[in-house]
């Protein structure tokens, strides 16, 4: 027999739902497991270092004041209600971003345990969706501190640009409130995404080696596309900008727009469209629906392609 359709060929029976199912079933269970592995991977990256993990947190605020106070001038915004708004952006998008880059490699990275230890290939996907979400959380340190220091201006009505709650010129957002709790829904709809993310962007990077190439050149392309270190409040006729307004519905295709706003509106005070919710819930549902079907066909080829 060909040696190569004998290293790819699934075991007899091993496609089927039932199969896949079992193993997110299975993976999920190993909360321990996955979850030691996370933790394990932060503390050998800052091994030896004096303040460890906390590197995440002082790089993350160093770039996002840097951009703040650049932004701000150059777009003529108050940093205030603006430095927030690139802070809870950078945080959100550094865990959409490592996700799916990480992601990418997450079966190709793990290639010793899957061929020597028979574990659910869900358990790698979440060690690194929990590795994220544990860097996520070091940076959320610096969320903290610039909401406490500006709090006097995200708690009341405000806008991006100065005069949008006094001349309807833009969007008045209503402030830092109860509404604030919404962020952890939110939050968990992205880290269920992340999930699904990882386990089909993983099997199929480790068949296709290219695939993390050119996903990763479209990472850089989507960062821009998506208003991160530019408040899309500026595409909103009336406030100056008439000239590039087309833009605002091309913006909102983008689904990583809705993402990062379930997830950064509630923490400063902004008004999510319900439209953000239903596109994310929406994804997160044909996208696990996409997953199970690659898990079903590919997922006993793994451990032959790493």
Not at 121 to 128: F, Q
Not at 215 to 220: D, H
């Amino acid at each position: 027999m060909n040696a190569d359709t004998t290293d790819t060929a699934p075991v007899p029976g091993s496609r089927s739902f039932k199969r896949a199912f079992d193993d997110i079933r299975s993976g999920l269970r190993q909360t321990e497991l996955w979850g030691h592995l996370g933790w394990q991977d932060i503390k050998q990256r800052y091994r030896r270092s004096v303040i460890g993990p906390f590197w995440l947190t002082i790089t993350q605020g160093v770039i996002a004041l840097g951009l703040g106070l650049l932004y701000s001038q150059l777009f003529g915004l108050p940093i205030e209600t603006f430095l927030p708004y690139i802070v809870t952006g950078f945080i959100v998008w550094g865990f959409i971003s490592g996700c799916i880059t990480e992601g990418m490699q997450t079966f190709i990275s793990n290639e010793g345990l899957i061929k020597q230890m028979p574990a659910p290939l869900t358990i790698y996907a979440l060690r690194t969706v929990w590795r994220q979400t544990l860097m996520a959380a070091h940076n959320v340190i610096v969320y903290v501190i610039i909401v406490a220091i500006f709090f006097p201006a995200l708690s009341q009505q405000y806008g991006i640009q100065d005069d949008a709650c006094t001349t309807g010129n833009g969007l008045c957002h209503p402030g830092i409130d109860w509404s604030i709790l919404s962020a952890a829904p939110g939050f968990a709809i992205l880290a269920l995404n992340a999930g699904w993310v990882t386990l089909m962007l993983g099997v199929i990077s480790t068949r296709y080696r290219d695939i993390p190439q050119l996903i990763n050149s479209l990472i850089q392309l989507l960062f821009y596309l998506t208003p991160i270190v530019w408040p899309i409040d500026q595409l909103y006729a009336g406030n100056g900008r008439d000239g590039v307004s087309w833009a605002l519905p091309i913006i909102e295709l983008n689904p990583l727009y809705h993402f990062v706003q379930i997830v950064r509106a509630p923490l400063i005070g902004q008004h999510i469209d319900g439209k953000s919710w239903l596109v994310a819930i929406g994804i997160t549902i044909v996208g696990w629906a996409l997953a199970l079907v690659v898990m079903r066909n590919y997922r006993a080829r793994v451990s032959y392609w790493v």
